[in-house]
């Protein structure tokens, strides 16, 4: 015996099996939930290790800089500390590290190409006590980190 069901009943049936399959298979699949980092908590006490830690928890989490600075798509940090104060005459490693990051397009580094986002502006909005520590963590990578929370970055 053959059953006659209307055009529109079949459609609804199938509306409704596609719909039941793809929320079953949403519900097999398993759910990632990612989470912000934790705030970075700067006491105006700290001292230029203190920063130094801060800054690497700063590169490594929040700013997702390791995500490009690999030597691939931006240069590696390797050194950039004992760099920083002669690629562009007349700024010191403070300054031309700062510029780095408040205005990364000011120098490029040759053989890589323009990109890289203001670090104090969103999605990143690293405070100015948070660009200090980056800066002197940067400053330690192959030279010596001098950066305080009363340097001034001239930003």
Avoid at 117 to 127: C, R, T, V, Y
């Amino acid at each position: 015996m053959k059953l006659n069901v209307p055009m529109p009943v079949k459609m609804v049936l199938l509306v409704l099996g596609t719909t039941a399959f793809y929320m079953y298979l949403g519900q097999i699949v398993p759910q990632k939930e990612v989470h912000p980092p934790p705030p970075v908590l700067i006491d105006p006490g700290m001292t230029t290790e203190d920063l130094i830690e801060v800054g690497r928890e700063l590169v490594n989490g929040r700013g997702i800089c390791m995500d490009c600075h690999n030597d691939v798509r931006a240069p590696a940090f390797d050194g950039v500390g004992a760099r920083a104060s002669s690629r562009i005459e007349g700024l010191s490693d403070i300054e031309y590290l700062a510029q780095s990051l408040y205005d990364p397009d000011a120098f490029l580094v040759p053989g890589f190409a323009q990109g890289m986002q203001k670090m104090n502006e969103p999605p990143i909005s690293f405070s100015d006590e948070e660009m200090k520590a980056v800066v002197a963590w940067l400053q330690s990578q192959g030279g010596t980190a001098t950066v305080t929370l009363e340097t001034d970055l001239g930003y």
